[in-house]
T-cell receptor, first 111, second 114 residues
């Protein structure tokens, strides 16, 4: 079945730094979703991408749908302490009404 | 527009008991999916409902079941609870549950089995 690999698994960064993470799939996805999850809460949708090559921003966050349709990238600029959390990528498993989630990237910001 | 709501937020049960969790999707959303999240296994898909029908099911034992009502609200039930069922149970809704949809999550129900 389809799998999503996220990297890095975790990262420590200094406040003010830019962050990059990515997600790769073993097969083509038609939609890429990026979520952030705070401890004990449900994931919150950050950005949705629907077209290969699409670049979409949400404040300091920018995500891109890879042109091969097998990868996606999320960048956070000028990180702040509230960016701490786990970032997940997700995409729909073709034809099964099921979303596949990546393993997550845990972000920790050092003030 | 109200988001996805889940009740209760926290639950403590003992082994062997059963539990029912509830999820109300965003108004107009007809697809509801359930996930189990544990530190070691990440987000694992349980099942998805659309128009009161289960369309897809993950790899969980039959102790895990669900249903959806005509107003799209959904419940999941876990019978004969085991210690390993302790987890955050998340519900997510989307319009039709297709690849073009976007899923929105509720805050989750934290289940602790003692």
């Amino acid at each position: 079945g389809q799998q999503l690999n996220q990297s890095p698994q975790s990262m420590f960064i200094q406040e003010g730094e830019d962050v990059s993470m990515n997600c790769t799939s073993s097969s083509i996805f038609n939609t890429w979703l990026w979520y952030k999850q705070d401890p004990g809460e449900g994931p919150v949708l950050l950005i949705a991408l629907y077209k290969a090559g699409e670049l979409t921003s949400n404040g300091r966050l920018t995500a891109q749908f890879g042109i091969t349709r097998k990868d996606s990238f999320l960048n956070i600029s000028a990180s702040i302490p509230s960016d701490v959390g786990i970032y997940f990528c997700a995409g729909p498993d073709s034809g099964t009404y099921k979303y596949i989630f990546g393993t997550g990237t845990r972000l920790k910001v050092l003030a | 527009k109200a988001g996805v709501t889940q009740t209760p937020r926290y639950l403590i049960k003992t082994r062997g008991q059963q539990v029912t969790l509830s999820c109300s999707p965003i108004s107009g959303h007809r697809s509801v999916s359930w996930y189990q999240q544990t530190p070691g296994q990440g987000l694992q898909f349980l099942f998805e409902y659309f128009s009161e029908t289960q369309r897809n099911k993950g790899n969980f034992p039959g102790r895990f079941s669900g249903r959806q009502f005509s107003n799209s609200r959904s419940e999941m039930n876990v019978s004969t609870l085991e210690l390993g069922d302790s987890a955050l149970y998340l519900c997510a809704s989307s319009l039709e549950g297709t690849g073009a949809d976007t899923q929105y999550f509720g805050p989750g129900t934290r289940l602790t089995v003692l």
